[in-house]
């Protein structure tokens, strides 16, 4: 990708201060591909127990007070309680958890290295807020269903006179599935997120392109195992978006250097 003459110029001045500094291009490339392959998987890991320890006590709450919830929907105060403030505490939490992941992990490596120690933070702090947002959304919205599909399981038993065993069987598929659903989205939103830190903090510092890698295990879909090792441009998103956006995709974006500092680093 070409650079302008003022890139051009940034660049030269970054490569000149690096060799000042002392810096190789092998430190470089190694701390490149630490910060490029370190995972939030405790943070992952954490927002998933968080999340399903909550919708435990929110289907305890369902089957508590079954016949208010049918009768009030979503609505019902304790429960609306449980998927407005609690919900909201706990995902604003660990959307600081993943920014001080990311923060951490580049200050400490790429970042440090370059010479690049003033990102500013407001940048991360309006994706912050949306993810926030999605999140209490989408978990909302996984409640609201399930308060539907019970209802519906209620009304259609008391119509047809099915068994008390068939409407429990039945109502616990759904809670099944809605714990499910639960921990779905927990384990995709906290690598989503910090993919979409990764991509501004490179555009932020000038790096346009990168490197797309995976896991490399039979979990990559075939798609994104084609893209391993491949360039993209951080302006134009492939089909499906960048790593980690797609569902439930664990890809990483591997920033390529050579708009930032004049030499190659792939
Ligand atoms: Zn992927």
């Known amino acids: 990708m070409p650079l302008n003459l003022l890139e051009k110029k940034q ?8 060799e000042e500094r002392g810096v190789t291009l092998d430190k470089l ?6 910060a490029a392959t370190k ?7 954490a927002y998933e127990i968080q999340l399903s320890k909550l919708q435990k006590s929110i289907n305890k709450e369902i089957k508590r007070n079954i016949d208010t919830i049918v009768e009030e929907g979503a609505t019902n105060d304790k429960l609306d309680f449980f998927l407005t403030v609690t919900l909201a505490a706990i995902v604003t939490d660990f959307a600081s958890r993943i920014t001080l992941f990311n923060d951490t992990l580049y200050d400490n490596t790429l970042y440090n290295t370059l010479g690049i120690n003033n990102i500013p933070s407001n940048i991360t702090k309006e ?7 999605e999140n209490v959304d989408l978990i909302k919205g996984v409640n609201q269903r399930q308060v ?9 038993a008391t119509r047809t006179g099915a068994s008390t065993k068939d409407l429990q ?12 659903n639960v921990s779905f989205i927990a384990r995709d ?7 979409q830190i990764d991509r501004v903090k490179q555009m932020e510092i000038g790096v346009k392109q990168y490197t797309w890698i995976t896991r490399g295990d039979d979990r990559v879909r075939p798609e994104h195992a084609a893209r391993e090792g491949m360039t993209f441009d951080w ?16 890809c990483k974006a591997k920033p390529i250097l050579d708009s930032i500092i004049g030499v190659k680093t792939t």
Do not use: Y
């Open 29 to 34: 490339k190694k701390d490149i591909n630490s």
């Open 189 to 195: 939103q906290v690598s989503k997120f910090n993919g």
């Open 11 to 18: 660049a030269e001045d970054r490569k000149k201060l690096l």
């Open 169 to 180: 069987s039945e109502l616990n598929k759904i809670f099944k599935s809605g714990r499910n």
């Open 39 to 45: 995972e939030p998987t405790k943070e992952e890991l």
């Open 235 to 250: 302006d134009n998103a492939p089909s499906g978006g960048h790593p980690a956006q797609a569902p439930g995709c664990r």
């Open 148 to 156: 539907s599909q019970i209802q519906a399981s209620m009304l259609r």
């Open 127 to 133: 994706m912050s807020a949306s993810w926030i947002k």
